[in-house]
């Protein structure tokens, strides 16, 4: 499933939900430019996916049609399916790490980066003798995450552990990531999970 179609998705959930919304409204809700959100009305009004009226002060009004509502079903059930095949090969490829890891010995070890694919690597985890000591994350730190309180990775030299399991996170936070660990550690023995 391509990011246009994610898109097309959203789009056609948000109109469905929300009736009277400026282009700027869903740009802002969709995290994408004011451009793009014209670019998609325009093609999926064209398709026939939605109606536009106007109503009083300069607004419109978008109403999803009974095509819409079935492309966006179409698009619901690949997005499930599309979904469902990445969690099961993330699972198997945690799987594999964590039985390597664990074969070499390794017994503790800590994430850094609290995510949606963090999640998955904890629920493989489970499935070992691993046991995860502590999740660092710079912008998430002093919330809680699957039981443990996320932790500030300045303090990562408080921890005992075998490796460090970093896990996709934004790019901002990737970066300063990087530095503090580089900084504490010269020999630093992460694996990456991207």
């Not at 009974?66 to 699972?91: C, M, N, W």
């Not at 609290?114 to 660092?136: G, H, K, R, W």
């Not at 996709?168 to 990087?178: D, E, I, L």
Request: hydrophobic share 40%; proline share 3%; aromatic share 10%.
């Amino acid at each position: 499933m391509d990011h246009k179609d994610i898109r097309t998705l959203k789009l056609l959930e948000e109109i469905e939900e929300n009736h009277v919304q400026s282009q700027r409204e869903l740009a802002k809700k969709l995290n994408i430019s004011l451009g793009l959100v014209n670019s998609f009305i325009k093609r999926l009004a064209h398709k026939g996916f939605f109606k536009i009226t106007t109503i009083p002060k300069n607004r419109v009004k978008y109403i999803l049609t009974p095509e819409g509502a079935v492309e966006k079903t179409r698009l619901a059930y690949k997005y499930i399916q599309h979904s469902y095949k990445f969690y099961k090969d993330a699972r198997h490829k945690f799987r594999k790490l964590f039985q390597k890891l664990e074969a070499e010995g390794v017994s503790k070890i800590v994430f850094c980066g609290a995510s949606d694919f963090a999640e998955i690597a904890y629920i493989s985890l489970q499935e070992t003798s691993i046991e995860m000591v502590a999740v660092f994350d710079v912008l998430k730190a002093g919330k809680e995450f699957l039981g443990y309180m996320i932790a500030d990775p300045a303090m990562i030299n408080s921890f005992s552990f075998d490796k460090i399991l970093i896990t996709p996170m934004p790019y901002r936070a990737q970066q300063r990531m990087k530095h503090l660990l580089t900084e504490k550690f010269k020999g630093i023995n992460c694996i990456s999970s991207q």
